[in-house]
């Protein structure tokens, strides 16, 4: 049996921008993953491969699902990496404990995960930069016009500086920041959100183009703030940020009265995290307000919640 995972993420800053080529910075989020678990298959001809998930329900032969199913294209571009030659049929099982569709990159997270197994099992010698790259090719089934930052977070397992096109910087941490993620509880697709957003800018190219400028600048001083351990400057790009999403149109009703009650009890900075419309917030907490701000999510109608730590 072989198995591997990978874990979840957050967009800390620059969201939607980066899809523009501006920077942005994401962090691994070890309190939730997709898991791949590769076992013999018992019946089925040499070369088959079953694909089971109990949560989307499927129990299907990869040779049945079409080239756009997700989960059936990361298998058959990693087979393909591997150069696999015939093989005793396998049965492929995924699990993941992080929910789909709300910015926590679940669909990345499931994609390393397989792309992993399959790795170790065939004792591959595919690194994380080629996994990512597989990864990237399943998340423009999903998304569209993915920026790459999902697969790339997800697949290095570190906290990283990501811009398209440019190899991705690990991010230096100068201290440790503790952050609550709140879920909305409504699912909301990326590739919607990266529409919308793709719409405005085609009506108004200038004035998108100045906003994703803005939060380029915003990432820049939230990069610094991280390596300063300065959690006051972190917080205060954080709400930054949150404007500007505001702004572009991505964020919700139900975003915002999180990211208000996170900073009225006492958050150093809050703001929506990944597509928006829906999905996650994330809120930047001190030791003696997390369970004020914790308490107070959870009264603004948080349908779960999470803390997770990035620190040196
Ligand atoms: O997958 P999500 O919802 O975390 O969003 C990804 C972030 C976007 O910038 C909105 C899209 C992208 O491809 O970078």
């Not at 109990?54 to 990496?81: M, N, S, V």
């Not at 915003?218 to 400057?233: E, M, P, S, W, Y």
Request: proline fraction near 5%; glycine fraction near 12%; aromatic fraction near 4%.
């Amino acid at each position: 049996m072989t198995k591997a995972c990978a874990p979840g993420k957050i967009i800390l800053l620059g969201e939607h921008a980066v899809v523009y080529g501006r920077p942005a910075l994401a962090v691994p989020v070890r309190q939730v993953q997709a898991c791949a678990r590769i076992e013999p298959a018992g019946d089925g001809a040499p070369g088959g491969v079953l694909l089971v998930s109990a949560g989307t329900a499927l129990h299907a032969w990869l040779d049945e699902l079409p080239a756009e199913h997700p989960l059936a294209a990361i298998c058959r571009a990693t087979l393909a990496a591997l150069a696999t030659r015939e093989f005793a049929p396998l049965r492929l099982s995924i699990e993941s404990t992080i929910p789909v569709a709300s910015g926590l990159g679940s669909s990345a997270a499931v994609s390393v995960a397989v792309a992993r197994a399959l790795n170790q099992h065939f004792d591959g010698s595919l690194r994380d930069g080629d996994i990512s790259d597989l990864a990237y090719e399943v998340e423009r089934i999903h998304h569209g016009t993915p920026s790459g930052i999902d697969n790339t977070v997800v697949s290095f397992d570190r906290p990283v500086l990501f811009q398209r096109g440019e190899r991705p910087v690990p991010l230096a941490i100068g201290g440790t920041f503790t952050f609550l993620i709140a879920d909305t509880g409504i699912a909301a697709p990326t590739a919607e959100a990266v529409g919308l957003v793709r719409q405005r800018w085609s009506a108004d190219p200038a004035r998108l183009e100045a906003a994703f400028d803005e939060i380029a600048a915003i990432v820049l001083d939230g990069r610094r703030a991280l390596q300063d351990g300065d959690h006051h400057a972190l917080g205060q790009a954080m709400r930054r940020n949150h404007g500007a999403l505001v702004g572009l149109g991505v964020s919700s009703v139900e975003l915002d009265r999180l990211v208000q009650a996170a900073e009225a009890s006492g958050a150093l900075g809050a703001k929506m995290s990944g597509g928006g419309m829906g999905g996650h917030m994330i809120a930047l907490v001190g030791a003696p307000e997390r369970d004020a701000v914790a308490a107070s999510l959870n009264a603004a109608g948080a349908a779960s919640l999470l803390r997770s730590e990035v620190g040196p």
